[in-house]
Structure formats: structure tokens, C-alpha cells
């Protein structure tokens, strides 16, 4: 069991597992696939071999599998967070890791196990934002009223959804309801279809609760409780009933808006006297109710036939009986559980809200950092999501966690109290989102946005009434280039509605509210930022608030934001997901002897080729790199590509035997390099090698913004005009990442990472506005395995990374640098760097950052290309979080394809009129001369390493180890089969 290793170092002490080792981790048992120190399941070295403690509570069952080993199929049946606790030096004491195995969240799905404390969450995988009956792009939809002369509009708006609450919105306590708003909402989505031809999915609000306090008259009240299952009875089979060939997924159900929020306010107060506390919940007759509302509702007629006929029901009851418990925990999981067999292809969640950590004021706090969101909001709402029970048994896990902002436009007398939000507030928001999100491995429903937005100057605003239904929601999240930057671009009359200074951070009324982020470009629109923030459905309106299209009772904006989603829809909307086209199983070639070829060297490359020197000077395989994500990798560039190039492999002219080797040279000249820049080291990331390289100290902490003096993030800025390439990155100052890999030689410097000064210094570890440097000499005993679920700069002295022997951060000032938005460092192999390269690979395979105004237009001299329709990856975005090309275990491909698209600009591309030298020309050259010779391996080592098809360069200097990219290029050839002379 660990961390009691099964093998011994040199002094006889426990220390490391070998390739075959089982060991055990908080109840699983995981097999090593190779020689490793990291905790079992926690990364490639590892394989699940079985669960191996199966008793599990009515709130957290064990995992079914490991963070590792995901699948890439939107059909996935299985979902693994993976959590350690251990101590830490902040006042909250637990930290969490937060590792996610693909969570495409499925009915089929058996178990999840959260626990949730300490630092907000990492992931090293993105929360995968598939839902069923969702379309593949951020969804956007509007509240109705079901009146059908608005059909018209809401068809022309491009909308994926409309929503509905049923009933009365408060549980209709003591009635038993026909379920009429559901069957008039799923009707006019129909018609909707009929007009535009694209699908329009229903929603359905549904209250089982009094939600404006905590139900406790409804939920402990016996007949009432009943009455309530069997609305969410009727209303769930209702909806279910509606399948058919043209709509797999009929609808979408959301739970109880405001109901959760009440409850955590009230937490230790008038909910923890009606319903008791983890531990120690107040009885329930949850079970007898269930079934007795199964039993009143068996002749309740869906269609022609009654739901007995129907549905099992003796077997649901059973179910009932074996899977809930009598207490509140209980109650939240029968209606999940009612869902999930009622209407099984249904989606559903519950509902958080901007209130929910206690009260709704905290959002307009000037927070530091993320931490600081996760400390004032996030963890306790996590917290409470998990220990009343509503995410944690995934045999019943609802399918998304939907978060109410207010129900009113910002601006409006009945929200500006406490709502009126800014850009400040947006991202904290949104960040609250993610964390929450983040750490329960749920996507997540903006659930009744007010869709208000700031009429400019120039806007015509007709009927739209600004004193009453402004807002900024409408003009964050789809933006308006006629404010963009300058706050006095918005009318007069919005800017003027007055606030309350004590609520605002001394902001008076809206002018000052939205001063209080300056130069904030409300030009830009957000949807990349809410997609980053696990968001895959906007739902905007409500009864009062503005929709997409007015209601009897909303405003009206004059179109305004239906004309904004109607051009986002014909933009192509912002994805979240690719369809995943290429795949292990997809031809790499059109040859099928090379395919079957490359397939076959897979032990051989792990074992021999990818190799990588232990501290203690042996070699071992690389845990990094693996020839089967190589093999994905090559596939995408070599088919795929970026923009207009793709790696070369085929000269359509040659017959298959001659191709065959130019592909493999061309593959061997690569991976040479690759052996010799990163995977002799096994790292990622970049490494600190700042020593004697003209800093002020050696291993300054600052080495994350650019080593040799380089600043990594201005590549891509026009040195003259200061502007930036249009396809770099935005330049991000809030960024706070740490890379995964660092040097593991004995004192070696810790990962690189990124942190706001105003995070650093809140810590205490800025001096003049410096960090400082890394002491190589300070011992410490040394560990096995670390808590990565902290920032580096969080961590614990001698505890910074895994087998840490000696070294320490010195925050004395000493670098001269601060490290604020120095998050582009070198990644993958043959390393990525710098805001730009970022920027390329997330436009034309991620979720591209690139304004769509741009698109099939020259800026700056740059002809931009308009991003792919179905980007290979637009589940990653890799300028939001560059670190995935190494964290990402559901991606291990992208660590190469960093590396792949480095070559496929600046060697395949390699053009210089002084050397005469072509790379397509000198591979062919090189294989129909019969591979005799180092020329053409030569030239390649001096273009990836210093710049020229030279051993030495001018200015850079000679090539490093040219004799080892040699042997390296040698090995791999005959690995694969060829013989080079």
C-alpha cells in the first residue's frame, strides 16, 4: 500500500515501484507500467487494476477508474476524480487534487468519489462539456411564455433552447398538476424546428420546493412530499414521452433554482434544524414516499398508454428501496434518481447561484487571485454540493449544475441593490463558475442570464428602456465594438443610474462601476471566457428580465441580442468540443505497409528509443512520451495540420516502397531531435537552466518569462508599432499555472511558474516588486512524492516537486523581474513557446481566441485564416491554459503536436537564401542516395538547435550535441526497419 514501495534504493530504503509492481491508493489497485515515484493512478506510469474497497455510502462511492485511463469516446461509461489530502500551511489545511479521466457524464456511469478541500482545483484535463441533447457549440437560449407569435423570432435568433418554468415556480405545494407548461414549451420548440430547420431543445423549470426559503413545509410534510415526487413524475415521463427519431434527447430538466442557495445561507441555521447535518440528518420518510407516488401515478396516462405500462414500476420501487437513504441527502438523490429512469435521455441538473456561498455581495470584491475566489465562494459551495450528495453517486449523476445569477436586468430598481454586476464581477463570477465546476467535474448552465445590455451612443434604442432593463450581461458575453474600450461610449442615461457606494467598492452608479476595471474592451466578446469556465448552455431571461425574444411580461432590447446571437450562430458559435475524427484507429497514410509498419514499432520506440537519464545516471523509459500518442499526433499534423501545412511524409509522384522510406526518415529525423531537446530529460516543460546566462542570479524564479533574456511573452508584438501578430494570444496578467515537469538532478531548480503580483505580494514573496531565485545548495530530506495541488510558490520548503533531494525558492528580490503573465514558456517536444506559437496551434486546432472580425482579412500585413470549422481539439484552450499541452492526460497527443508544429514551420519551412537549403529536396536526396552519410541529419540538428542548416551558426554558435541527434536519428531508422549507411 503506499507510499510503502515495493522495491528498495541503494540503502535499502522503500523508494520505487518497477514495471509489474501492484500497489495500493486510497482503496484501488493500480499496476506500474514502468519504473515510477509518483502516487499510483496518478499519471501514465500506472495502470487501474481493480477497485479494491467496494462498500460505499449513500454519498461517495469509490472510483471506477483511474485519472489515467480515459477514454476519448463521447460515450464514456466511466468518471475518476482522483483526490489527495494532506496538510498544508493555510488555514483551510486540506489540499485537493483535482485530476479528471474524459468525464463525459453518462447514465451508464456506476461511481464517483469527491472529496474537496484546500486549494481551488487543478485539472489536468479539461471538464469535458458534452451534454447530451446539446449541440457541440456554447448554446445559447431564451425564456418563452410559450405565446407562438414569437415563434418567428426565435427561430430567426439562431437559439438552441427554449426554457420554461412549470407550474406556479414554487413547488405548488398540496397540488397535483397537469404538467401543461412542459407539454406547450416541448410544442413550440417544435414549431420553432419547423421554421428555422435546426433543433431547439425544450427546458423545463421544476420546483418540488417552496424555493424561496428551504422547503421544509414541502419536504417534511408527508402528503406534500408525495404530491411533489409525482409532479416530477409526471413532468419527467412527459418529457421522456417526446423522444422520437428526430429528437433522441427530447429536452433538458433544471431542479429547484434558488433552492440550493437557501440552504447553504441557512446551512447552520434553520436548515440544519429542519433537516440536521452531515452525520447526523434528520429522519425522512424519502423511500415511502417515492413509492407511494409511483403508486398514485401508475394510471397516469402518458399518451395513450399509463405509466404502469410503461415503466417497471415494482422494479423502480425496489430500486428505491435499495439505492436511497430516509434523510435529505435521500430526498436530493430520489429526484435524480427519478430522472435518470423516467427520462433517461434527458438532461438534468440543480441550481447554484451567485448567492449561494452565503449572501451575493462577495462577487464585487477586488480578489487578488483565484485563490482568493475559491476561499470566499467556491470551496463552500463545492462543499455543500457534495455533502447533501447532489454529484457524488454517479449511477445517478445529473448531467450539468446550472448557476442563477438574478433574475432581473443588473440595472433594473428591483437588481441594482446587489446585482449590478461589471467586468470585475463578471470574471469573478465566471472563475466562481469554473472552481465550482472544476471540482465537482460537471459542465455548467447559465440558468436565467438577464440579457440587458449598455446601449452606446450610437445605438438606436427605440423602446428599450434604459432606466429599467440595462444590464451588462447582453454586452459581456457577445460584445460591442461601439463601446470597446471607452466607458463614455455608453449612453448617458446608463452611466448615471446611481448605487449604493458601500455595496460597490465606492462606486456610486454605473460609470464608477464599470471604471473599476479600466481599459476593459467591452468590444470583445466572452463566450471563449464562459466556454473556459466549464459553461455550455447560456439560458438568458426570465420573467422580467430581458430574453431573446420579449415576453408578455420581459422587456424588449429592439433585437438587440437577437441579432447578436444570430450572428454569433452564423459566425459558426464558439465550440467546445471537436468530433474527435481522427482517432488510434484512423489510417495514418494511404499506405497501408507503413501503417501496419509504424503500428509494430510501438514496444521497441517506448523501450529503446524514448529513453531518459535517472538522477542516478541510468536510463529508463520516458513517462512522458509514448509512441502511441505519437502516432495520434502524427495522424492530426499529417492530415489535419495547421492552417495550410501539414507534416510531410508522402511524395505523391514515388511508388509506396519508395515513400515508405521518405515518411520514415522524415519521422526519424524528428523524433532524433525530440530524444535529444526534451525526452532524455522526460520533461514537458521547460526546464531552469538559468545559470550563468547573464540574470542578475542564477535560477531566477524568473526564468518562466524567457531564458537567455528572452521574454517569451512579447513574441508575436511588433517590436515598432507595439501591436500584437493576430493570432497571438492575449497577453493575460491573471494568469496562475505551474508547469508539471521540472530537472530532477540533485538540487535541480523547481517547476517554472507564473502568479499576478498581486498574489505574490499578498504572500509576501515580492521584494520591490521582484521574485527572486532558486538556492540549489539548501538540503532537505529527501521525498518521494509531493502535493502538486498547490502552486509551486505555495508549496512547502524541500517539498516543491517529486524526489526533491535539495533547493529552495529565495523571494529575496534578487531577479530583478516580476512574473506576472509569464506563462509561455517552452512545452512538448521540441518545445512550443511564446504567446504567438500558442496563439497558432489554439486557433486552427483549439478554441480559437482569434476575433472572428478578423477572419479571411489582412491586419497588419498577417492574412488571417478563418479557424476550422471542427477543430481537432476545441475542447482545449491553449491560450486560456497553455499548460495542457503538458498536463493533459486525455491529450497525450498534444505534447507532440506542439513539437510536430514547430517542424512543420521552421524545418519543413526552413527558408534562407544564404544556405540554399531545402528540406524536402536534401530527405529525398538523402533516401534515393541510399541513406549513406550525416549531411542531411546534420543540417536539421543545426536548424532546430541554433537556426541554420549548419553545425555552426553566426551568432548562436555550435550545434549541441550533433553526434548524440546523429545516433539518436540512426537508432530510430533501424528500429523501424532501414538500414543507413
Same mark, same amino acid.
Given at each position: 500500500?503506499?507510499?510503502?514501495?515495493?522495491?528498495?534504493?541503494?540503502?535499502?530504503?522503500?523508494?520505487?515501484?518497477?514495471?509489474?509492481?501492484?500497489?495500493?491508493?486510497?482503496?484501488?489497485?493500480?499496476?506500474?507500467?514502468?519504473?515510477?515515484?509518483?502516487?499510483?493512478?496518478?499519471?501514465?506510469?500506472?495502470?487501474?487494476?481493480?477497485?479494491?474497497?467496494?462498500?460505499?455510502?449513500?454519498?461517495?462511492?469509490?472510483?471506477?477508474?483511474?485519472?489515467?485511463?480515459?477514454?476519448?469516446?463521447?460515450?464514456?461509461?466511466?468518471?475518476?476524480?482522483?483526490?489527495?489530502?494532506?496538510?498544508?500551511?493555510?488555514?483551510?489545511?486540506?489540499?485537493?487534487?483535482?485530476?479528471?479521466?474524459?468525464?463525459?457524464?453518462?447514465?451508464?456511469?456506476?461511481?464517483?468519489?469527491?472529496?474537496?478541500?484546500?486549494?481551488?482545483?487543478?485539472?489536468?484535463?479539461?471538464?469535458?462539456?458534452?451534454?447530451?441533447?446539446?449541440?457541440?457549440?456554447?448554446?445559447?437560449?431564451?425564456?418563452?411564455?410559450?405565446?407562438?407569435?414569437?415563434?418567428?423570432?426565435?427561430?430567426?435568433?439562431?437559439?438552441?433552447?427554449?426554457?420554461?418554468?412549470?407550474?406556479?415556480?414554487?413547488?405548488?405545494?398540496?397540488?397535483?398538476?397537469?404538467?401543461?407548461?412542459?407539454?406547450?414549451?416541448?410544442?413550440?420548440?417544435?414549431?420553432?424546428?419547423?421554421?428555422?430547420?435546426?433543433?431547439?431543445?425544450?427546458?423545463?423549470?421544476?420546483?418540488?420546493?417552496?424555493?424561496?426559503?428551504?422547503?421544509?413545509?414541502?419536504?417534511?410534510?408527508?402528503?406534500?412530499?408525495?404530491?411533489?415526487?409525482?409532479?416530477?413524475?409526471?413532468?419527467?415521463?412527459?418529457?421522456?414521452?417526446?423522444?422520437?427519431?428526430?429528437?433522441?434527447?427530447?429536452?433538458?430538466?433544471?431542479?429547484?433554482?434558488?433552492?440550493?442557495?437557501?440552504?447553504?445561507?441557512?446551512?447552520?441555521?434553520?436548515?440544519?434544524?429542519?433537516?440536521?447535518?452531515?452525520?447526523?440528518?434528520?429522519?425522512?420518510?424519502?423511500?415511502?414516499?417515492?413509492?407511494?407516488?409511483?403508486?398514485?401515478?401508475?394510471?397516469?396516462?402518458?399518451?395513450?398508454?399509463?405509466?404502469?405500462?410503461?415503466?417497471?414500476?415494482?422494479?423502480?420501487?425496489?430500486?428505491?428501496?435499495?439505492?436511497?437513504?430516509?434523510?435529505?441527502?435521500?430526498?436530493?438523490?430520489?429526484?435524480?434518481?427519478?430522472?435518470?429512469?423516467?427520462?433517461?435521455? /434527458?438532461?438534468?441538473?440543480?441550481?447554484?447561484?451567485?448567492?449561494?456561498?452565503?449572501?451575493?455581495?462577495?462577487?464585487?470584491?477586488?480578489?487578488?487571485?483565484?485563490?482568493?475566489?475559491?476561499?470566499?465562494?467556491?470551496?463552500?459551495?463545492?462543499?455543500?454540493?457534495?455533502?447533501?450528495?447532489?454529484?457524488?453517486?454517479?449511477?445517478?449523476?445529473?448531467?450539468?449544475?446550472?448557476?442563477?445569477?438574478?433574475?432581473?436586468?443588473?440595472?433594473?430598481?428591483?437588481?441594482?441593490?446587489?446585482?449590478?454586476?461589471?467586468?470585475?464581477?463578471?470574471?469573478?463570477?465566471?472563475?466562481?463558475?469554473?472552481?465550482?465546476?472544476?471540482?465537482?467535474?460537471?459542465?455548467?448552465?447559465?440558468?436565467?442570464?438577464?440579457?440587458?445590455?449598455?446601449?452606446?451612443?450610437?445605438?438606436?434604442?427605440?423602446?428599450?428602456?434604459?432606466?429599467?432593463?440595462?444590464?451588462?450581461?447582453?454586452?459581456?458575453?457577445?460584445?460591442?465594438?461601439?463601446?470597446?474600450?471607452?466607458?463614455?461610449?455608453?449612453?448617458?442615461?446608463?452611466?448615471?443610474?446611481?448605487?449604493?457606494?458601500?455595496?460597490?467598492?465606492?462606486?456610486?452608479?454605473?460609470?464608477?462601476?464599470?471604471?473599476?476595471?479600466?481599459?476593459?474592451?467591452?468590444?470583445?466578446?466572452?463566450?471563449?471566457?464562459?466556454?473556459?469556465?466549464?459553461?455550455?448552455?447560456?439560458?438568458?431571461?426570465?420573467?422580467?428580465?430581458?430574453?431573446?425574444?420579449?415576453?408578455?411580461?420581459?422587456?424588449?432590447?429592439?433585437?438587440?441580442?437577437?441579432?447578436?446571437?444570430?450572428?454569433?450562430?452564423?459566425?459558426?458559435?464558439?465550440?467546445?468540443?471537436?468530433?474527435?475524427?481522427?482517432?488510434?484507429?484512423?489510417?495514418?497514410?494511404?499506405?497501408?505497409?507503413?501503417?501496419?509498419?509504424?503500428?509494430?514499432?510501438?514496444?521497441?520506440?517506448?523501450?529503446?528509443?524514448?529513453?531518459?537519464?535517472?538522477?542516478?545516471?541510468?536510463?529508463?523509459?520516458?513517462?512522458?512520451?509514448?509512441?502511441?500518442?505519437?502516432?495520434?499526433?502524427?495522424?492530426?499534423?499529417?492530415?489535419?495540420?495547421?492552417?495550410?501545412?501539414?507534416?510531410?511524409?508522402?511524395?505523391?509522384?514515388?511508388?509506396?516502397?519508395?515513400?515508405?522510406?521518405?515518411?520514415?526518415?522524415?519521422?526519424?529525423?524528428?523524433?532524433?531531435?525530440?530524444?535529444?531537446?526534451?525526452?532524455?530529460?522526460?520533461?514537458?516543460?521547460?526546464?531552469?537552466?538559468?545559470?550563468?546566462?547573464?540574470?542578475?542570479?542564477?535560477?531566477?524564479?524568473?526564468?518562466?518569462?524567457?531564458?537567455?533574456?528572452?521574454?517569451?511573452?512579447?513574441?508575436?508584438?511588433?517590436?515598432?508599432?507595439?501591436?500584437?501578430?493576430?493570432?497571438?494570444?492575449?497577453?493575460?496578467?491573471?494568469?496562475?499555472?505551474?508547469?508539471?515537469?521540472?530537472?530532477?538532478?540533485?538540487?535541480?531548480?523547481?517547476?517554472?511558474?507564473?502568479?499576478?503580483?498581486? /498574489?505574490?505580494?499578498?504572500?509576501?514573496?515580492?521584494?520591490?516588486?521582484?521574485?527572486?531565485?532558486?538556492?540549489?545548495?539548501?538540503?532537505?530530506?529527501? /521525498?518521494?512524492?509531493?502535493?502538486?495541488?498547490?502552486?509551486?510558490?505555495?508549496?512547502?520548503?524541500?517539498?516543491?516537486?517529486?524526489?526533491?533531494?535539495?533547493?529552495?525558492?529565495?523571494?529575496?528580490?534578487?531577479?530583478?523581474?516580476?512574473?506576472?503573465?509569464?506563462?509561455?514558456?517552452?512545452?512538448? /517536444?521540441?518545445?512550443?513557446?511564446?504567446?504567438?506559437?500558442?496563439?497558432?496551434?489554439?486557433?486552427?486546432?483549439?478554441?480559437?481566441?482569434?476575433?472572428?472580425?478578423?477572419?479571411?482579412?489582412?491586419?497588419?500585413?498577417?492574412?488571417?485564416?478563418?479557424?476550422?470549422?471542427?477543430?481537432?481539439?476545441?475542447?482545449?484552450?491553449?491560450?486560456?491554459?497553455?499548460?495542457?499541452?503538458?498536463?493533459?492526460?486525455?491529450?497525450?497527443?498534444?505534447?507532440?503536436?506542439?513539437?510536430?508544429?514547430?517542424?512543420?514551420?521552421?524545418?519543413?519551412?526552413?527558408?534562407?537564401?544564404?544556405?540554399?537549403?531545402?528540406?524536402?529536396?536534401?530527405?529525398?536526396?538523402?533516401?534515393?542516395?541510399?541513406?549513406?552519410?550525416?549531411?542531411?541529419?546534420?543540417?536539421?540538428?543545426?536548424?532546430?538547435?541554433?537556426?541554420?542548416?549548419?553545425?555552426?551558426?553566426?551568432?548562436?554558435?555550435?550545434?549541441?550535441?550533433?553526434?548524440?541527434?546523429?545516433?539518436?536519428?540512426?537508432?530510430?531508422?533501424?528500429?523501424?526497419?532501414?538500414?543507413?549507411?
Amino acid at each position: 500500500m503506499y507510499p510503502n514501495w515495493p522495491q528498495k534504493d541503494w540503502a535499502g530504503n522503500p523508494s520505487y515501484a518497477t514495471g509489474g509492481d501492484q500497489m495500493q491508493y486510497q482503496g484501488v489497485a493500480y499496476k506500474a507500467n514502468w519504473w515510477t515515484q509518483s502516487i499510483p493512478g496518478s499519471d501514465g506510469s500506472w495502470t487501474f487494476v481493480k477497485n479494491c474497497d467496494v462498500t460505499a455510502s449513500s454519498s461517495v462511492a469509490p472510483s471506477s477508474v483511474s485519472a489515467v485511463s480515459s477514454s476519448k469516446s463521447s460515450s464514456s461509461s466511466s468518471l475518476s476524480v482522483i483526490v489527495v489530502s494532506s496538510s498544508s500551511k493555510s488555514s483551510s489545511s486540506s489540499v485537493v487534487v483535482v485530476s479528471s479521466s474524459a468525464p463525459s457524464v453518462s447514465s451508464s456511469s456506476s461511481s464517483v468519489s469527491l472529496v474537496i478541500s484546500g486549494y481551488y482545483p487543478t485539472r489536468a484535463n479539461p471538464v469535458s462539456l458534452k451534454v447530451k441533447g446539446w449541440p457541440s457549440d456554447l448554446a445559447m437560449g431564451s425564456v418563452t411564455d410559450n405565446n407562438a407569435t414569437a415563434n418567428d423570432a426565435l427561430a430567426a435568433s439562431g437559439v438552441d433552447s427554449i426554457f420554461a418554468n412549470e407550474g406556479n415556480g414554487t413547488g405548488d405545494r398540496g397540488q397535483v398538476i397537469v404538467p401543461n407548461v412542459t407539454a406547450q414549451t416541448i410544442a413550440q420548440a417544435r414549431n420553432i424546428e419547423n421554421v428555422s430547420g435546426a433543433k431547439v431543445l425544450p427546458v423545463i423549470g421544476v420546483a418540488t420546493a417552496d424555493v424561496s426559503g428551504i422547503g421544509a413545509e414541502d419536504i417534511l410534510d408527508s402528503a406534500n412530499l408525495v404530491k411533489h415526487f409525482q409532479n416530477l413524475i409526471r413532468v419527467a415521463a412527459t418529457v421522456q414521452a417526446n423522444k422520437d427519431s428526430a429528437h433522441v434527447n427530447p429536452g433538458a430538466l433544471v431542479l429547484n433554482a434558488g433552492l440550493l442557495a437557501q440552504w447553504q445561507a441557512n446551512q447552520n441555521g434553520s436548515f440544519k434544524t429542519a433537516f440536521g447535518s452531515a452525520g447526523n440528518w434528520v429522519a425522512i420518510d424519502v423511500k415511502q414516499a417515492v413509492k407511494d407516488a409511483l403508486t398514485n401515478e401508475a394510471n397516469y396516462a402518458i399518451g395513450s398508454q399509463s405509466l404502469a405500462a410503461i415503466y417497471n414500476l415494482n422494479s423502480l420501487k425496489a430500486e428505491v428501496d435499495s439505492a436511497l437513504q430516509n434523510n435529505i441527502t435521500g430526498w436530493v438523490q430520489a429526484h435524480n434518481l427519478l430522472i435518470k429512469r423516467l427520462s433517461p435521455d /434527458v438532461s438534468f441538473g440543480w441550481v447554484a447561484s451567485v448567492s449561494s456561498p452565503g449572501n451575493s455581495n462577495w462577487v464585487h470584491t477586488d480578489f487578488a487571485g483565484l485563490q482568493d475566489v475559491w476561499d470566499a465562494a467556491a470551496y463552500s459551495v463545492s462543499t455543500f454540493a457534495n455533502s447533501i450528495g447532489a454529484y457524488t453517486t454517479n449511477t445517478y449523476r445529473p448531467d450539468f449544475l446550472a448557476f442563477d445569477k438574478s433574475a432581473d436586468d443588473g440595472f433594473s430598481p428591483s437588481a441594482r441593490g446587489n446585482y449590478a454586476f461589471g467586468a470585475k464581477e463578471w470574471e469573478n463570477y465566471l472563475n466562481y463558475v469554473r472552481q465550482v465546476t472544476d471540482s465537482l467535474s460537471i459542465p455548467a448552465m447559465l440558468w436565467q442570464i438577464p440579457g440587458g445590455h449598455l446601449a452606446s451612443v450610437s445605438e438606436s434604442t427605440g423602446s428599450y428602456n434604459l432606466a429599467n432593463d440595462s444590464g451588462t450581461a447582453g454586452t459581456y458575453f457577445m460584445g460591442d465594438k461601439t463601446i470597446g474600450t471607452v466607458v463614455s461610449n455608453i449612453r448617458s442615461e446608463v452611466l448615471s443610474i446611481p448605487l449604493n457606494a458601500s455595496t460597490y467598492a465606492g462606486a456610486s452608479n454605473v460609470n464608477a462601476l464599470l471604471q473599476q476595471t479600466p481599459g476593459y474592451d467591452w468590444g470583445a466578446s466572452a463566450l471563449r471566457r464562459a466556454a473556459y469556465s466549464n459553461v455550455f448552455a447560456i439560458m438568458w431571461g426570465s420573467k422580467a428580465g430581458t430574453g431573446v425574444v420579449p415576453t408578455a411580461t420581459s422587456a424588449t432590447d429592439n433585437g438587440w441580442l437577437k441579432n447578436k446571437i444570430a450572428a454569433n450562430k452564423a459566425a459558426g458559435g464558439m465550440p467546445l468540443y471537436g468530433s474527435g475524427q481522427l482517432t488510434t484507429a484512423s489510417a495514418i497514410t494511404t499506405i497501408a505497409q507503413l501503417n501496419s509498419d509504424l503500428v509494430s514499432v510501438e514496444s521497441a520506440m517506448n523501450n529503446q528509443a524514448f529513453l531518459y537519464t535517472t538522477p542516478s545516471n541510468t536510463k529508463e523509459p520516458s513517462n512522458v512520451y509514448k509512441w502511441a500518442d505519437f502516432l495520434v499526433a502524427l495522424n492530426a499534423m499529417h492530415n489535419v495540420g495547421v492552417g495550410p501545412t501539414k507534416f510531410w511524409l508522402i511524395d505523391p509522384t514515388k511508388d509506396n516502397a519508395t515513400n515508405a522510406k521518405y515518411a520514415k526518415v522524415a519521422i526519424a529525423a524528428f523524433l532524433a531531435q525530440s530524444m535529444k531537446e526534451t525526452i532524455q530529460y522526460d520533461a514537458c516543460d521547460e526546464n531552469n537552466w538559468s545559470i550563468n546566462t547573464g540574470d542578475p542570479v542564477n535560477y531566477p524564479i524568473s526564468a518562466s518569462c524567457g531564458q537567455l533574456q528572452q521574454d517569451y511573452a512579447s513574441y508575436g508584438q511588433d517590436p515598432i508599432t507595439g501591436r500584437d501578430n493576430p493570432y497571438s494570444c492575449p497577453r493575460n496578467p491573471k494568469m496562475e499555472i505551474t508547469a508539471n515537469t521540472n530537472a530532477k538532478w540533485y538540487g535541480a531548480p523547481g517547476p517554472l511558474f507564473t502568479a499576478p503580483d498581486r /498574489v505574490l505580494a499578498k504572500k509576501g514573496l515580492l521584494v520591490n516588486g521582484s521574485v527572486g531565485y532558486w538556492d540549489y545548495s539548501a538540503w532537505f530530506p529527501a /521525498v518521494t512524492t509531493v502535493d502538486k495541488s498547490a502552486q509551486a510558490y505555495l508549496r512547502e520548503e524541500g517539498k516543491v516537486y517529486d524526489g526533491q533531494k535539495a533547493g529552495k525558492f529565495v523571494w529575496n528580490g534578487s531577479a530583478g523581474k516580476s512574473i506576472e503573465g509569464c506563462g509561455w514558456w517552452g512545452r512538448g /517536444v521540441i518545445q512550443t513557446t511564446g504567446r504567438l506559437n500558442f496563439g497558432k496551434l489554439n486557433h486552427f486546432l483549439g478554441r480559437s481566441h482569434v476575433d472572428p472580425a478578423y477572419a479571411g482579412k489582412v491586419v497588419d500585413g498577417i492574412a488571417v485564416t478563418p479557424a476550422p470549422a471542427d477543430p481537432l481539439y476545441a475542447d482545449m484552450d491553449l491560450c486560456s491554459n497553455p499548460q495542457l499541452v503538458c498536463s493533459s492526460t486525455e491529450h497525450g497527443e498534444i505534447k507532440w503536436i506542439a513539437g510536430l508544429f514547430f517542424w512543420m514551420n521552421e524545418v519543413q519551412g526552413y527558408h534562407d537564401p544564404a544556405y540554399n537549403w531545402d528540406y524536402y529536396a536534401q530527405l529525398k536526396a538523402y533516401v534515393d542516395g541510399g541513406m549513406k552519410g550525416d549531411a542531411f541529419i546534420n543540417a536539421v540538428s543545426g536548424i532546430v538547435n541554433r537556426g541554420c542548416p549548419d553545425s555552426t551558426c553566426p551568432i548562436s554558435g555550435a550545434v549541441d550535441g550533433l553526434a548524440d541527434r546523429k545516433a539518436h536519428f540512426i537508432k530510430v531508422l533501424q528500429i523501424m526497419g532501414l538500414n543507413p549507411q
